[in-house]
């Protein structure tokens, strides 16, 4: 169960269907839950970038529109992939930095490993058209949609 997160990155009360993100009920709690984010430390781990990679989902006339920052790594080291017919994932790996043995590390904050996102498309998605561009660490999915079809309306005189 996912909630989708507001224009100030707050979470709003709006459930969202397509997602498949885990929801954390004691976010705000003042423990921590197994769910809740890990401290800095911890980022190394898998299930921590599979929380931590950030991607935007919008909805155009056009089509859905996925944009992720990925800073510092190539296309290469990127895959965008379709599973089961309407399920977008996207992932990666960012490699550490090569430690030598005269280096004395003060802070590491740039999270490395791999990390996956997944996203239940909706019904008129056009699978066979998914294009994705990598630009300045922004990577770029487009998902054209299907026109919705109108129907006739065929007026029906009442006899009588």
């Known amino acids: 169960m996912s909630l989708i997160p507001s224009v100030f990155g707050q979470r709003s009360n709006v459930f969202d269907p397509f997602s498949l993100d885990l929801w954390d009920p004691f976010k705000d709690w003042p423990f921590n839950s197994a769910l809740s984010a890990p401290a800095r ?64 590390w003060h802070r590491i904050e740039r999270s490395s490993g791999k990390f996956l996102r997944r996203f239940r498309l909706p019904e008129n998605a056009k699978m066979d058209q998914i294009k994705a561009s990598m630009e300045n660490g922004v990577l770029t999915v487009t998902v054209p949609k299907e026109e919705v079809k109108k129907t006739d309306v065929k007026a029906i005189e009442i006899s009588g």
């Open 41 to 104: 430390s911890d980022l190394s781990n898998e299930t921590s970038q599979f929380a931590a990679t950030r991607i935007d989902w919008k909805e155009t006339p056009e089509g859905h529109v996925f944009k992720a920052d990925l800073p510092g790594l190539k296309k290469e080291e990127v895959k965008v992939e379709v599973e089961e017919g309407n399920i977008l994932q996207i992932s990666g790996e960012r490699s550490r930095d090569k430690e030598e043995k005269n280096d004395t």
